[in-house]
């Protein structure tokens, strides 16, 4: 713990800033004004969840699903080259739900069904999202933390060293807490199975990215919390890269292979999502080059993707 009462006060100021302006202009303030801290703060992160989860899953579902479809999902759109008729092609632009695959490979625009069956597992999930960002806040503003509110307070230099192994140690805490998820039996069984029912290209989407039975997403964000306990962490930066997981998870489920070394991009999680063995890490494929579970998605030519 570092900084004392001053430092408590400043966290606890911040939250209440964060609750005013996401709740403010959202609800009355007779509402959420009267209620004890805990509860407002609990409340913001629960609207500020579902509105970071639908707005960044319909945005890039717009974008990668209709408006851009022909660029990043062209197995699917490139119809005539399967000479199809002009019937089929009017119902894949007219009808979401009806998708004409590449028959080679099966990549398909996921269903409307499947989008919002991974909606529902979201939706049962973010309450309690909500409630482990309120307990993450809850023992920052008590001081049980290495947290500091100000990048002054350590300096500029310090700050970046501090970010960095902070990111090192949530890479190396995520890439594990992942890898136990699996090959714990019961874990797997009782709780990361219910994400891993999205196996497939066509029933991936940037929906599926807070679809997990609830203790599973909190588990995965354990390594956030845990590693402000070892090193301290500017206050402000960890909450942004909280609320950055819930856009990162919608990314790396739209089957779209950015080909970024090295980013552990949506071409690696998907290898993942039909192997099960492989590409556990979270930003960078730095973890499981070192422990072996690396899998890349090589692209031989446009037409075929490979794994090597």
Known sequence: MIGGEDFKALFVEETKFYNRIVLGPILPAAVWDPLPHFLQTWLRNYVAAVLLYFVSGLAWSFVIYYWKRNLYVPKVLNVFEFGLS????????????????????????????????????????????????????????????????????????????????????????????????????PLYKYLHATHHIYNKQNTLSPFAGLAFHPIDGILQAAPHTISMFLVPTHFTSHMVLFFVEGLWTANIHDCIHGKLWPVMGAGYHTIHHTTYRHNYGHYTIFMDWLFGTLRTPAVGDEDEPKIS
């Open 86 to 185: 002009v019937m089929i092609v009017q119902r894949c632009l007219f009808t979401p739900s009806f998708c004409v695959c590449n028959p080679k490979f099966s990549d398909c625009i996921p269903s409307n069904r499947a989008m919002l069956l991974q909606i529902i597992v979201a939706m049962k999930a973010l309450p309690l999202y909500a409630l482990y960002v309120t307990f993450d806040e809850y023992v920052v503003e008590n001081g049980w933390t290495g947290c500091f509110p100000r990048i002054s307070d350590v300096g500029l230099q310090a700050y970046l060293g501090y970010i960095i192994i902070y990111l090192c140690l949530c890479e190396f805490g995520i890439y594990w807490m992942h890898r136990l998820l699996h090959d714990v039996k």
